[in-house]
Every structure is written in C-alpha cells, then in structure tokens.
C-alpha cells in the first residue's frame, strides 16, 4: 500500500503528520519519508547494536549512517516524518517561499515604469504596457511541494537502509539504560510483537516543536506554525506574526511580497544583539510591506471563524497592547503566526529509565562530548539538547561528534565547534560567534549573551563596494568583524548583505584554523565580489600597523 493522491482514506492521517494537501508531489514525499507498508526489520534474539538513534531528522539521520558507513551495526527510529523539521517543514519549504517572494520583488522593479535597469514590457507591434505584477499563490505552494518531494529521497528510508543503517518506524521509549522499545502505529507500551533494540551506544535525535505561549484563547485557535504554515492552499489578506526571530522575520516578508498586510509582533528591540543590523533589517522590511509594532503584550486571542474543511482560511482577533497605545487594542487576521522559538522534544520518552537528565523545556543536558550527563553510554544532539544552536548544521555536526566519541574514543569537543548562523531575509543576516560553552566541571551551559571581552570593531560599509554599487543592492550593508583588543584575534562576525551566508564560511573558516583577521586581508578576493567586504575589514587592521616612510 502506498500513498495516493487525493485518497480520502489517507487524507487525514496526511493531516496529522502535517502534510497537505494529499496532491501528487506530497504524496512522493511521504512515500519516501513515512511509507505506509513499510516493514521493520526483524530483530533477532541477543542481537546488540553499537548505535541506536531515536529521531530521524538532521542528527539522527547524520549519526546513524554516518556510524553504518564506518562498520557499525546501526538502527534509527523515525516516529513521524524522515527528515524532521529541515525537509518537512523548515529549511527546505521556507527557502522555496523565499526564491519565488524575491522573484516577485524583482518583477516588480521590472515592471515599474521608467525603471533604471531599461526593462519594459510590450505589445509584438512594440506598444509599451504598463504592467501589474500579481501573484499566483498555489503555483508557488505547488512549487514547493514539488522541489521538496524531490529532496526526499536522500532522506529516505529506503537511503538510510542502503548504507547500511536499519531503519525503524515507530516511536522510540528507552524501557532502562540500555534498551529501547518501538513502538509500532497502532500498538501500546510493552505489546510483545513491539522491537526491543539493545545498544552499547544510544543518541537522541528528537528535535523540537514550535514554543506556545501562554495566551488566553490561544490554544483553542486555529494558529499557525510552521509546522503548518506550508500546507496553506490561500495567501491569507492579513498575517500577524507572533515573535521576531529567523521564522518569524523570512515569513514576514516573504507573504508581505506575495500581498498579505503583515504586521510582526515584538516585545523587544530586532535582533538586540546587533542593533545595527536590527535597524538596517527592519527599514527593509518595512520598505517591502511588513509592519512593525514594539514592545508588544497580547492579552487574548478570539476565534471569529474556523479553519474552513478545503484549506479555507480562518479569521482571528488579537487583542494587545503596544509601545504606541497603552490602551487595548484588537488587529484580525486570517493568519497568525507563532514563532517565538523552539521547546525540546524530550518528554514521554522515558529518559527517567535510561537514567538521563534533562530539562523540560531547553532538553537533555550533556557535556563537552555530547554525552548525557548523567549515562554517558547515550549521547543528544540537535534541537533537544539543552544550550545549543537550533540548526540544521549544527545537529549534523554534532552527528559527527557523537559518532567519533561513542565508537571510535574520541574526544571531540562541543565547545570547540565554530558555529555561523542565517536569517534568509533580503538581505541576509548572517553572524558568527561562540556559540557552546562548557564549565568547570566539562559540561555545556548557557552561553552568555553579552561577551565581557574587550574588542576592537572593524566595519565595511557596502554601499561603497563595487559590486553593490553595480547591481544596485546593498545600500545599508556592511561586514562588521571584532577581535580581542589589540590584537588580530577573531571573536565574531555580523554581517549584513544579499549572499551573506556564503560570505560568512570564510570567517568561519578563519576562526576555527586561527587565521587572523590580518590573514583574511591578505587573502586575494575576486573582484568585483561582496565577499571584498570581508578583505576590507582586514585591510582596515593591517592599515592600523603599517610601516610608513
């Protein structure tokens, strides 16, 4: 049996795993990522297994091949859908939404009249017309849906099982320190024909889900996330968002580019650690459509209409208070956003039977080897673990490190990791720092948010770059580098510019082989390039100890 299009049967188990509609390409997708007559192995009595990961997202699906590939006998249970949040519901469906809204801001500049790139539309007998650019909002879900059904595979079961890694369908619950049950769909705790899997080795891959805040009729509502936010089949006329953070910010443009009044909710200033960057990123926005209103309290939502059986919009009110009206006031809405960050999956998994801490919310504490701290035979990684970047690099990466240490006796640690970080807006906001760190004791902790390191700062404005100037983008950008006062040493790096996530890697790469900042000036940049940027803030060092004449 395998999943169907547009089959009514199957529709609402689609819907449960946060899929829909049931169109040919989702239907591809969850062949590959959840099919429905798959079939577990067979688990032979006394069989022990190196490696046995619970989760199949990023992490769990890193460390399980990873392991399989290097001679381990290693299994991975996939609860819900292969690929996690990344494929499903994140990284992948938002950079879809993100190419086709830059495109129409693009085509809007074309077709405005007089425009300077000399673009013009017209009749074959040459007649200019003046053109309005619209918006076929299925046609870019369509497209999403497509190009995310075509990644699939490489997250597949039927991939993993291939290397080597047998793969498991069902939920992981650890029974003591060293055992885990599946249980399979449709069956309970402890039934006798459920997997027990026996490990000298465990990780726990489990991921996160969407924070809820505690509003009063909130929970009653029909709200997005983003777990749900790419099944939507209309562009709502109004979108409220909930929180100001990566999701919150990409989408807010995204669907104000696609003609949707957006107007995002924050209780603090936009990205505190850089206010520099929060200004530049919040003119922008603004140019593009999205309002802004500040130091925000919600006190109540109301559900005016529900969730309509074909995907037909809902309508709510918000009710609040802002920085510019202290008296309540209400904004509806057909959408509203939540995005105010993640919660651990960590509960009713039975971590108290293997032994392993954790906290409830922030995840399973470990220490500088990704170890749990409290059973060091099984390790965590990715968005449920406590004091760690919640990103998709960072949950393979640490994949690598649980499987070095776990199997082979290394002593990679976490808080060596160099970690950059980006918000897909345009332009990008890209940042690196560090990001873990350990105590005394060896084990990871809360990273302070203010650095107590003097610094000195060396900023490049773009809007002086040859290749800025030349596409004309980039006016408000710049590369901003801070090194230990006095000295070459790089501490972080923000920068703010289209491709800024590709520019980043090069600072990356810098800090973790300790190359100064003297060396990135040295480094020769192909011109013209925002990358230059990079080079300048070198340049600018080097120019401070300069042997003159």
């Known amino acids: 049996?395998?999943?169907?299009?547009?089959?009514?049967?199957?529709?609402?188990?689609?819907?449960?795993?946060?899929?829909?509609?049931?169109?040919?390409?989702?239907?591809?997708?969850?062949?590959?990522?959840?099919?429905?007559?798959?079939?577990?192995?067979?688990?032979?009595?006394?069989?022990?297994?190196?490696?046995?990961?619970i989760g199949a997202g990023a992490g769990g699906?890193?460390?399980?091949?990873?392991?399989?590939?290097?001679?381990?006998?290693?299994?991975?249970?996939?609860?819900?859908?292969?690929?996690?949040?990344?494929?499903?519901?994140?990284?992948?469906?938002?950079?879809?939404?993100l190419r086709c809204a830059k495109l129409i801001r693009e085509a809007r500049k074309a077709?405005?009249?007089?425009?300077?790139?000399?673009?013009?539309?017209?009749?074959?007998?040459?007649?200019?017309?003046?053109?309005?650019?619209?918006?076929?909002?299925?046609?870019?879900?369509?497209?999403?849906?497509?190009?995310?059904?075509s990644i699939a595979p490489v997250d597949g079961h039927a991939r993993g099982m291939s290397v080597g890694s047998s793969v498991f369908q069902g939920k992981g619950v650890f029974t003591s320190r060293d055992t885990i049950e599946v249980i399979e769909y449709s069956k309970k705790l402890g039934d006798?024909?459920?997997?027990?899997?026996?490990?000298?080795?465990?990780?726990?891959?489990?991921?996160?889900?969407?924070?809820?805040?505690d509003i009063k009729g909130l929970v009653d509502a029909p709200y997005?996330?983003?777990?749900?936010?790419?099944?939507?089949?209309?562009?709502?006329?109004?979108m409220v968002v909930l929180g100001a953070g990566i999701v919150a910010l990409e989408m807010a443009q995204a669907f104000a580019s696609f003609g949707a009044k957006v107007t995002v909710l924050q209780r603090s200033k936009l990205l505190s650690g850089d206010e520099d960057a929060g200004k530049v990123l919040r003119q922008t926005l603004e140019q593009d459509g999205v309002y802004f209103l500040d130091e925000v309290k919600v006190t109540e939502v109301t559900t005016?209409?529900?969730?309509?059986?074909?995907?037909?919009?809902?309508?709510?009110?918000?009710?609040?208070?802002?920085?510019?009206?202290?008296?309540?006031?209400?904004?509806?809405?057909?959408?509203?956003?939540?995005?105010?960050?993640?919660?651990?999956?960590?509960?009713?998994?039975?971590?108290?039977?293997?032994?392993?801490?954790?906290?409830?919310?922030?995840?399973?504490?470990?220490?500088?080897?990704?170890?749990?701290?409290?059973?060091?035979?099984?390790?965590?990684?990715?968005?449920?673990?406590?004091?760690?970047?919640?990103?998709?690099h960072m949950s393979g990466e640490m994949a690598k490190v649980v499987v070095q240490n776990s199997l082979f006796g290394g002593e990679?640690?976490?808080?060596?990791?160099?970690?950059?970080?980006?918000?897909?807006?345009?332009?990008?906001?890209?940042?690196?720092?560090?990001?873990?760190?350990?105590?005394?004791?060896?084990?990871?902790?809360?990273?302070?948010?203010?650095?107590?390191?003097?610094?000195?700062?060396?900023?490049?404005e773009l809007q002086n770059n040859d290749r800025a100037i030349l596409d004309s983008s980039d006016n408000k950008s710049y590369v901003k580098i801070s090194c230990v006062k006095g000295t070459g040493i790089i501490v972080s790096c923000t920068i703010v510019s289209s491709r800024a996530g590709e520019v980043i890697n090069e600072v990356s790469l810098a800090i973790k082989n300790g190359i100064d900042i003297q060396g990135l000036g040295r480094n020769i940049h192909s011109y013209p390039t925002l990358g230059e940027g990079v080079m300048s803030c070198g340049l600018q060092f080097i120019g401070t100890r300069w042997e003159k004449l």
């Open 412 to 460: 990679w640690k976490m808080s060596t990791l160099v970690v950059p970080a980006v918000m897909y807006t345009e332009p990008e906001y890209a940042t690196i720092k560090q990001v873990v760190t350990s105590d005394a004791k060896g084990n990871i902790i809360q990273t302070p948010k203010e650095s107590k390191e003097e610094v000195d700062v060396y900023k490049t």
């Open 111 to 149: 077709a405005a009249k007089d425009n300077e790139f000399g673009v013009c539309f017209a009749q074959k007998d040459g007649q200019e017309l003046d053109v309005q650019v619209n918006i076929n909002f299925p046609k870019v879900m369509e497209r999403m849906r497509k190009l995310r059904s």
């Open 1 to 53: 049996m395998v999943w169907t299009p547009n089959s009514s049967e199957q529709r609402s188990l689609s819907e449960e795993l946060s899929i829909a509609p049931l169109d040919k390409y989702n239907a591809k997708l969850l062949n590959e990522v959840r099919p429905l007559d798959y079939k577990n192995p067979t688990v032979q009595r006394g069989t022990v297994w190196d490696l046995v990961v």
């Open 61 to 97: 699906l890193v460390s399980s091949r990873q392991a399989a590939r290097r001679g381990a006998k290693s299994a991975m249970i996939s609860m819900e859908l292969a690929g996690g949040d990344c494929l499903n519901a994140g990284c992948v469906p938002s950079k879809a939404l």
């Open 304 to 392: 005016l209409r529900s969730r309509g059986k074909d995907g037909e919009l809902p309508l709510m009110s918000v009710s609040l208070t802002h920085k510019e009206c202290s008296n309540p006031t209400s904004l509806q809405c057909e959408c509203l956003l939540v995005a105010i960050g993640r919660t651990a999956n960590v509960q009713n998994m039975g971590l108290e039977n293997a032994h392993v801490d954790y906290h409830p919310t922030r995840g399973v504490l470990i220490n500088d080897y990704a170890q749990s701290i409290s059973n060091p035979n099984v390790y965590a990684v990715g968005d449920c673990v406590a004091d760690v970047p919640r990103l998709t």
């Open 192 to 213: 006798a024909s459920n997997p027990i899997l026996k490990f000298r080795k465990a990780v726990i891959a489990t991921g996160g889900r969407p924070s809820i805040p």
């Open 224 to 238: 997005t996330t983003n777990m749900n936010l790419f099944n939507l089949q209309f562009l709502p006329d109004r």
